[in-house]
């Protein structure tokens, strides 16, 4: 299972405001659950096997989502077992800055190791900038929006792989 199918995931919890969703199809099993702070919480367990590819779901009313599976290249390790992704939300509204200053790099990159109290961004509401710092440990996987560009109150900012 790749960050894309997750991501799907996570956005049909979104749209249909789900607190908990289980799939679980030939060996692979994924649970993602909204944790005790709102933030989504996955858990992915590989089957000890490459499993074979799932037939795609009937077409009706209650069409189930069907995800294809992942195949390991190699051992398994107790890192590819479990994988956590925490998604950082916008605490207020106003506009998102990845750097400090427009020439500046910016705070985070996808694939950076942030650690807890580290900034994230900037929002700037009402000639005020926040800065916007990690909840969590973990690698950036995903940056949901343009630098430059208005959030409002509760959106995703970032998703960290925290496991």
Wanted: aromatic share 6%; glycine share 8%.
């Amino acid at each position: 299972m790749n960050f894309d199918e997750i991501e799907r995931i996570l956005e049909l919890m979104r749209t249909h405001d789900l607190i908990e969703f289980e799939l679980e199809s030939d060996g692979l099993k994924v649970r993602v659950r909204k944790g005790s702070g709102g933030a989504p919480q996955v858990t992915h367990q590989l089957p000890p096997w490459p499993p074979m590819p799932l037939a795609d779901a009937p077409a009706g009313p209650r069409q189930a989502l069907v995800l294809p599976p992942a195949i390991s290249a190699g051992p398994l390790t107790a890192d590819d077992t479990e994988l956590e992704l925490a998604v950082v939300k916008s605490p207020i509204v106003g506009t998102f800055y990845r750097s400090s200053d427009p020439g500046a790099a910016a705070f985070v990159e996808v694939g950076d190791q942030v650690k807890k109290d580290q900034v994230l961004c900037i929002i700037e509401a009402m000639k005020l900038m926040n800065e916007i710092t990690s909840e969590y440990e973990g690698e950036i996987v995903s940056v949901y929006v343009e630098n430059g560009k208005p959030v409002q109150y509760g959106e995703r900012l970032f998703a960290i792989k925290t496991a």
